[in-house]
């Protein structure tokens, strides 16, 4: 015995169907969203990098240029603190390897 569908049921399924698309959707919207607040954020990070490196960069060439060795001793600290955060950040950052 083979069950037929009345008008009815149909319009139900397709209606189910359609709310099942768009709470898919909303995810999908939600997940893109989420991936381009990532993104902003890291372009953030990264030009922090940036003018971070293009700082340390001017200092040594100060330094370099003011023939001061305790000029250059106080920019080669800065750069091992700065790289000590750094490597702090990511590692508090970075899941695990199994």
Request: hydrophobic share 50%; glycine share 2%; net charge negative.
């Amino acid at each position: 015995m083979k069950y037929k569908l009345t008008v009815n049921d149909k319009l139900d399924l397709v209606l189910r169907l359609l709310v099942h698309i768009i709470n898919k959707e909303n995810y999908l919207m939600a997940t893109i969203q989420d991936v381009s607040a990532a993104v902003a954020a890291e372009s953030t990070v990264d030009d922090s990098i940036i003018v971070l490196l293009n700082g340390i960069v001017q200092q040594l060439k100060d330094a370099q240029a003011s023939n001061d060795p305790a000029a250059l001793d106080v920019v080669v600290a800065n750069i091992q603190a700065n790289t000590a955060k750094i490597q702090a950040a990511v590692t508090a950052n970075t899941a695990p390897t199994v």
